[in-house]
Nanobody, 122 residues
């Protein structure tokens, strides 16, 4: 079992930055890929970014250049740095884990956090 806890969400203004964290406990963190997904009100959950167990990264096209994902295996933490935030980034952000390889498909992920809410005002 792996437990994931997200933190860092909040209310910000357009153009602001925010850093989300996902902290894991339980199973071997360093052999898992960690991804971020988000779900806006009334919309389906969508892929945001991922980092593999070997520090490879993957981003959704709309996040490239604005979002940066990183991991610290010593702290069992993955961070998502979000810059130049827009109102359309408003959503609940979830981190998820799966063994080794990251994918963009949420059904591939075994472990999920409870989410942290990000609201970007215009």
């Amino acid at each position: 079992q792996m437990q994931l806890v997200e933190s860092g969400g909040g209310l910000v203004r357009t153009g602001d930055s925010l850093r989300l964290s996902c902290t894991a406990s339980g199973r071997s963190f360093d052999s898992h890929a960690i991804s971020w997904f988000r779900q806006a009100p009334g919309k389906e959950r969508e892929f945001v970014a991922a980092i593999t167990w070997r520090y490879g990264t993957l981003y959704a096209d709309s996040m490239k250049g604005r979002f940066t994902v990183s991991r610290d295996n010593d702290k069992s933490t993955v961070s998502l740095q979000m810059n130049s935030l827009k109102p359309e980034d408003t959503a609940v952000y979830y981190c998820a884990a799966r063994k080794l390889i990251a994918t963009m498909r949420d059904s591939d992920y075994e472990y999920w956090g409870q989410g942290t809410r990000v609201t970007v005002s215009s």
